[in-house]
């Protein structure tokens, strides 16, 4: 049996798996008798890399079939400092599970700047988690989180940027109706801290990401860098959601709570 290995971000851990993507996505969102439910978000991960920390000469003897012969569906490697030890080069599609298991696959490609708004706000996924807002744009805020000579700062760095619609270009007074984040009030202060102040290029707004992210929410798509490169995992809109990916988002969007 072919073996696959996964890096997951939530939470953070190397898995080697006998189940392609889509049946190892509904089986770690779901569980085997379906009686879990929680997102999932994780990378195939290409195996033609070394690593002195990670322990891959284990995955031919811990992930090996059952005594009557059914896959193995999850063998554990790592669940510390993953992805800092695994190169860019070795990421592959990044698949985006709903809690019950429906399944949307993301190409990587070249990142191109969209847009020049004043402020921006990320949600960090792996290995960090706060929501921040800044001025950078997503290419610029991924160096800075990664500039190890930064006193806050990490290898690499997994997020996506989170619509604000208004509120990008003018946070103090534009309707904020549609956003489905708590504490607005709080938001526009964080956000007018680093508009007004050019020396201040991010600011916290929430220290940790509150429960699952919703996709809906998501301006872009994913990034994933550090290193001084990054890759980029744009996300559909909302029409070819809607039009190519219907049964995904129907299940995204009927369980976010």
């Known amino acids: 049996m072919q073996t696959f290995l996964y890096l997951s971000l939530i939470p953070e851990s190397l898995i080697a798996s006998m189940l392609p993507p889509e049946q190892f996505g ?6 085997t008798q379906k009686r879990s439910r929680g997102r999932a978000l994780f990378f195939e991960v290409k195996r033609d890399f ?11 003897k811990r992930c090996v079939p059952h005594e009557d012969g059914r896959p193995r569906k999850s063998s554990y490697l790592s669940i510390y400092r993953v992805l800092e ?21 993301l190409e990587p490609q070249e990142y191109a700047v969209k847009d020049e708004d004043p402020v921006h706000l990320y949600q960090e996924i792996c290995p960090l988690r706060p929501r921040v807002a800044s001025t950078l744009n997503p290419s610029a805020f991924c160096q800075r989180i990664t500039d190890r000579n ?10 996506c940027e989170l619509a604000l619609d208004g509120l990008a270009q003018d ?4 309707k904020a109706d549609n956003l489905p984040y708590p504490n607005i009030a709080h938001l526009r202060d964080c956000l007018l801290a680093v508009k007004n102040d050019p020396t201040k290029k991010t600011k916290t707004v929430v220290r940790s990401m509150p429960g699952d992210l ?3 929410t998501i301006k ?38």
């Open 214 to 216: 919703m996709y809906r």
């Open 150 to 159: 930064e006193p806050v700062s990490v290898d690499k760095i997994v997020f």
């Open 26 to 31: 509904a089986y770690y969102a779901t569980g």
């Open 85 to 105: 030890h695994v190169p860019l080069e070795a990421l592959g599609k990044l698949y985006l599970i709903t809690d019950d298991g429906k399944m949307l696959a």
């Open 220 to 257: 872009h798509g994913f990034f994933v860098g550090g290193g001084g490169k990054m890759l980029y995992y744009p996300m559909p809109g909302m029409d070819q959601l809607q039009r190519e990916y219907y049964e995904w988002w129907r299940s995204a969007e009927s369980s976010m709570g």
């Open 50 to 60: 070394a690593s002195d920390y990670l322990k891959l000469d284990q995955i031919e």
């Open 171 to 174: 946070p103090a007074e534009a």
